[in-house]
């Protein structure tokens, strides 16, 4: 597998619902990032995780709690959300510190009922 | 607050014309990258300018920075319908960030 994984690709939930997006990047970058991208707004950066810390929150609700156990992997873990939370979720990765783009993942919708 | 503006948001266009889509951008910043979303679709990386006057082309597509104007123009030349996209413009805030811009729309009618 190459390039930056997300499972699922579509989720739908209740707002009593707990249930976590997955993403696993195969580019051996550093830095790892949460996106939402609703309808007719700019991409939101939510998270950023370096070198397995977080180095970035940007005032997001604590309904969504990330989590990165390792360089590879980023979770997004979601309770009682709230049906604008619908969107698309990215996930994406770098290398920090050198001159290449961020690579993304085909994103999860998700859709909260 | 560094701030990034596209325009147009949309544009409608007939294959074989060329048009311009305009990046401003608000503080001084040397990176800048262009991606394409197709519907329904994740981001896919199609430029990266890290320095005044970097000029690069793929294809149809060719794109421009001038960091003293912080101003990046994405010229396509000749349209085709695979064209069709969202094209966003993202600049480096640093610290991890990256600003992005609204999306412009392209429809390009055959």
């Known amino acids: 597998e190459t390039g930056v994984t997300q499972t699922p690709r579509h989720l739908v939930m209740g707002m009593t619902n707990k249930k976590s997006l997955k993403c696993e990047q195969h580019?051996?970058?550093?830095?790892m990032y949460w996106y939402k991208q609703s309808a007719k707004k700019p991409l939101e950066l939510m998270f950023v995780?370096?070198?397995?810390?977080?180095?970035e929150n940007n005032s997001v609700p604590s309904r969504f709690s990330p989590e990165c156990p390792n360089s590879s992997h980023l979770f997004l873990h979601l309770h009682t959300l709230q049906p604008e939370d619908s969107a698309l979720y990215l996930c994406?990765?770098?290398?920090?510190?050198?001159?290449?783009?961020?690579?993304f993942g085909q994103g999860t919708r998700l859709t909260v009922v | 607050e560094l701030k990034v503006e596209q325009n147009p948001l949309f544009l409608s266009m007939q294959e074989g014309k060329n048009y311009t889509i305009y990046c401003n951008y608000s503080?001084?910043?040397?990176?800048l990258y262009w991606y394409r979303q197709d519907p329904g679709k994740s981001l896919e990386s199609l430029f990266v300018?890290?320095?005044n006057g970097a000029v690069k082309q793929e294809g149809r597509l060719m794109a421009s920075l001038d960091t003293k104007a912080r101003l990046s123009t994405l010229h396509i030349t000749a349209a085709v319908h695979d064209l069709s996209a969202t094209y966003f413009c993202?600049?480096?805030?640093?610290?991890?960030?990256?600003?992005w811009g609204a999306g412009t729309k392209l429809i390009i009618k055959p």
């Open positions: 580019l051996g970058h550093n830095a």
């Open positions: 995780y370096s070198l397995e810390e977080r180095v």
């Open positions: 503080t001084t910043s040397d990176r």
């Open positions: 993202a600049v480096d805030a640093s610290n991890y960030q990256l600003i």
């Open positions: 994406a990765s770098s290398q920090q510190g050198s001159d290449t783009e961020a690579f």
């Open positions: 300018l890290l320095s």
